[in-house]
Structure formats: structure tokens, C-alpha cells
């Protein structure tokens, strides 16, 4: 798989939290604009939260903007937001799930 050609603006990582309002809500943290360091970055926050009560429904790598990142609210149910699907080569959509 060739990464390497998506979005060259950056990289984010996502977090995917159960929601009681919403089923679920995610948040973008650790932007950068290597694709190798939002990986490890990913691996490092799956790690961290593997241990705790409360854990992400999934921590994925997904290619956003910088601006798209700083203005991104925290606990967001848009089902419009960036998710893996580019990574993987599939268009985004509503219904694309995502990846642990």
C-alpha cells in the first residue's frame, strides 16, 4: 500500500469515543504533517488507552488540514469529519467504518 500520495497538508489522529447522546463522538489530537510519525503517534495513544476503564471505540491515523484541525470542535458527531477511508484508498463517506 503507497500511503505516501494523500493529502500532503497533514495527519491527524482520531479518536473514536462512545457517546450516550450520539452512539459515538471523536476528536482529532497529535497533528502533524509526516504520515510515519501520526502512525507511531496512533500506536503510542492505542497503547496508553489499552490499559484504562475507558477506552476509544477506535484511534485511527487520518489525513486533515491544518486550519480543518485547529478549528475541529472536541467531541464532534459530524459524520462529515475526515476519517480513514483516504488512507485506505476508498472514498469517504457516511458509512465508512472505521479501523482499529
Known amino acids: 500500500m503507497t500511503m505516501h ?3 500532503p497538508l497533514g495527519y491527524a489522529v482520531r479518536l473514536d469515543w462512545p457517546s450516550a447522546d450520539h452512539g459515538a463522538s471523536h476528536e482529532f489530537t497529535q497533528f502533524t ?4 510519525r501520526a502512525l507511531r503517534r496512533a500506536a503510542s495513544t492505542r497503547r496508553f488507552w489499552s490499559m ?10 487520518v489525513p486533515i488540514g491544518r486550519g480543518a484541525y ?5 467531541d ?4 462529515r469529519c475526515p476519517t480513514t477511508a483516504p488512507l ?3 472514498e469517504a463517506d457516511a458509512g465508512t467504518s472505521l479501523l482499529r
Open 5 to 7: 500520495l494523500i493529502d
Open 52 to 61: 484504562g476503564p475507558l477506552r476509544p471505540l477506535a484511534v485511527t491515523v
Open 76 to 79: 464532534c458527531t459530524s459524520r
Open 88 to 90: 485506505l484508498g476508498l
Open 33 to 36: 504533517t509526516s504520515l510515519d
Open 70 to 74: 485547529r478549528a475541529h470542535a472536541r
